[in-house]
Nanobody, 127 residues
Framework: QVQLVESGGGLVQAGGSLRLSCAASGRTFSMYAMGWFRQAPGKEREFVAAISWSGANTIYADFVKGRFTISRDNAKNTVYLQMSNLKPEDTAVFYC????????????????????WGQGTQVTVSS
């Protein structure tokens, strides 16, 4: 089992940048594929980005390509989401999620595939 704690959210002006972090407990973090999702008020949770446990594979939602970068440091049990050129429509609670897998290349965009979730961190982008 793994516990996830997000941090790094906040208020930023449009065009600005933020880096979210997700710290995981447990000694087998390197065997968890990780994902970032977000949920805006009144909207469903949506996929943002994901990374395989090896770090070799990454996938992104179309609306963040070229602006967001997901990465991980298995030695620090942490996954990151570097966000740049933020837009007001990026305002949401951002969640990290983990899925244990033996496939070092597996990445997933469906929130139903992830078993573990953090509490979320608020990102607010002002215009």
């Amino acid at each position: 089992q793994v516990q996830l704690v997000e941090s790094g959210g906040g208020l930023v002006q449009a065009g600005g940048s933020l880096r979210l972090s997700c710290a995981a407990s447990g000694r087998t973090f390197s065997m968890y594929a990780m994902g970032w999702f977000r949920q805006a008020p009144g909207k469903e949770r949506e996929f943002v980005a994901a990374i395989s446990w090896s770090g070799a594979n990454t996938i992104y939602a179309d609306f963040v390509k070229g602006r967001f970068t997901i990465s991980r440091d298995n030695a620090k049990n942490t996954v990151y989401l570097q966000m740049s050129n933020l837009k007001p429509e990026d305002t949401a609670v951002f969640y990290c999620a983990a899925e244990r897998t033996v496939d070092q290349l597996w990445v997933g965009a469906l929130h139903t595939r992830y078993d573990y979730w953090g509490q979320g961190t608020q990102v607010t982008v002002s215009s």
